[in-house]
């Protein structure tokens, strides 16, 4: 199997540290490849709307973007990672996020992503773990992805893993590895099922496609779901 893990810092402190366990049962048998934020990661976004009005490899970024959205495209397994700064995710996430608008259902979503399966692993000193990993399903949702779990550390004390008391570090670990071994057992040659929330969120949005369509049959987004057949009978979770 394949996992694609996006780092949303590139600091080795505890959000590192609940990674690398869940990830170490993969590691004799997956194929894993990630991608730590900000090195890896694009410039800011500048709202041009060229990913979504002329296409995704129109984007000043688009190198850097389209890499990162193969790794996606291809894995099994997403895994996003990303401490809580002020409630939410690192910039540097946000600013990928960003990036990644035109996969959102409304726009061009790939077929691929209502079959993926996906991790969020977040972590805060006091509260936010969950809003920032909140901001991650956000975006993941709308690709299309219905099977997320999310995992949410809160940390009291210090934000040093070694520094941690004992009774804290063996509450986290068993947490995150029970994640793991919950994750570790499914089989991923199997896609993941689409939601009822998801398939309601497509056809609200073919809707809006085939109006959109029928005015301008080059309008870049109708034109993809017309070339997928989405615009009459299939549906990208029936492909598989």
């Known amino acids: 199997m394949k996992i694609a893990v996006i780092n949303g810092t590139e600091k080795h402190g505890i959000t590192y540290q609940l990674k ?3 990830l170490n049962p993969f590691r004799e048998t997956a194929e894993i490849t990630e991608y730590y934020l900000p090195k890896d990661c694009p410039s800011f976004c500048m709202g041009c709307l060229n990913c979504t009005l002329r296409g995704e490899h129109t984007c000043k970024d688009a190198a850097r973007v389209q890499k990162i959205a193969a790794s996606l495209l291809d894995a099994d ?3 996003m990672t ?3 700064y002020v409630f939410h995710v690192t910039g540097a996430m946000k600013t990928l ?3 990644f608008a035109y996969l959102w259902i409304p726009h061009r979503p790939a077929p691929e992503m209502f079959a993926k399966r996906a991790v969020i692993i977040t ?3 006091g509260a936010g773990g969950e809003s920032a990993a909140k901001d991650i399903k956000h975006s993941l949702a709308w690709w299309g992805i219905s099977d997320i779990k999310l995992f949410t550390g809160k940390l009291m004390s210090d934000v040093v893993w070694d520094r941690l008391t004992e009774k804290k570090r063996f509450e986290l670990t068993k947490k995150i590895t029970a994640l793991s071994e919950k994750c ?3 089989d991923y040659t199997k896609p993941a099922r689409t939601s009822p ?3 309601l969120k497509f056809l609200i949005c073919r809707m809006m496609q085939k109006s959109l369509h029928e005015k301008d049959p080059e309008y870049l987004d109708g034109k993809y779901w017309a070339n997928q057949g989405w615009l009459g009978t299939a549906r990208p979770w029936k492909s598989r």
């Open 20 to 22: 690398e366990m869940f």
């Open 77 to 79: 397994l997403i895994v």
């Open 82 to 84: 990303s401490p809580a």
């Open 97 to 99: 996020l960003d990036h």
């Open 123 to 125: 972590q805060c000193l």
């Open 184 to 186: 570790i057992r499914i």
């Open 197 to 199: 929330i998801t398939k």
